[in-house]
């Protein structure tokens, strides 16, 4: 336990070395989306389907202060939708649809995924850049072909999922602070 601790320490310290323009990047067009009246949308699998909700949740509930609730979603929640799409279209598309159907310029979509390669993820980000929506990735393991599809990519710099698991929602978190210290004081 002690190595797998020391391991996840040593990520978090060079991801903040590496990453800190990019984490920074990711709240400022957090706070604008918010700011201009758009919603932030999260999607991923798995895991990243959790952190999905998870963040959404401490933006529509509350982080640290009670506040307004802010507009998020997460394309991951709702079943009836995520079977039938997978039914109809295959499961690449069960977010890229819902993406064309919920998303507008003005909004922010976050897609996580901790190898870039999840291809309902790439087709997701490809359809909301059709849109005109900003695109934050959140990845790993080099960072994959998300990397080079997002208007601002977080690549933590480890190839253990549960390490860039770790960190992603420790970004989630610090995105979150922040957002309410910008928006609520």
């Known amino acids: 336990m002690k190595e797998q601790v020391e391991d996840h320490i040593a990520v978090v310290r060079k991801t903040f070395e ?18 201009g009246g758009g919603k932030i949308a999260f999607l991923g699998n ?4 959790a952190d999905s909700q998870h ?23 709702d079943t009836s939708i995520l079977t ?6 295959g499961f690449d598309e069960v977010f890229s649809r ?20 999840s291809p309902n993820v790439l087709k997701a980000v490809l359809r909301a850049k059709e849109i005109g ?3 934050v990735g959140l990845t790993g393991k080099g960072g994959g072909r ?12 480890s190839s253990s999922t549960p390490r860039i ?21």
């Open 146 to 157: 998300l990397k080079d599809i997002c208007d601002v990519v977080i690549v933590v710099p």
């Open 98 to 117: 819902q993406v064309e159907a919920l998303l507008k310029k003005e909004d922010l979509l976050v897609a996580i995924s901790t190898s870039g390669e």
């Open 46 to 49: 798995g895991g990243s389907a």
């Open 18 to 35: 590496e990453c800190l323009s990019g984490i920074e990047s990711f709240i400022r067009l957090a706070v604008e989306t918010l700011r």
């Open 133 to 135: 929506v900003k695109v």
């Open 165 to 185: 698991q770790e960190v992603h929602i420790l970004i989630g978190h610090l995105v979150c602070e922040e957002v309410e210290k910008a928006l609520y004081g």
């Open 55 to 77: 963040l959404a949740a401490e933006l529509v509930g509350r982080f640290a202060k009670d506040r307004s609730p802010l507009p998020a979603i997460a394309l991951t929640t």
């Open 84 to 89: 039938a799409l997978g039914n109809d279209y």
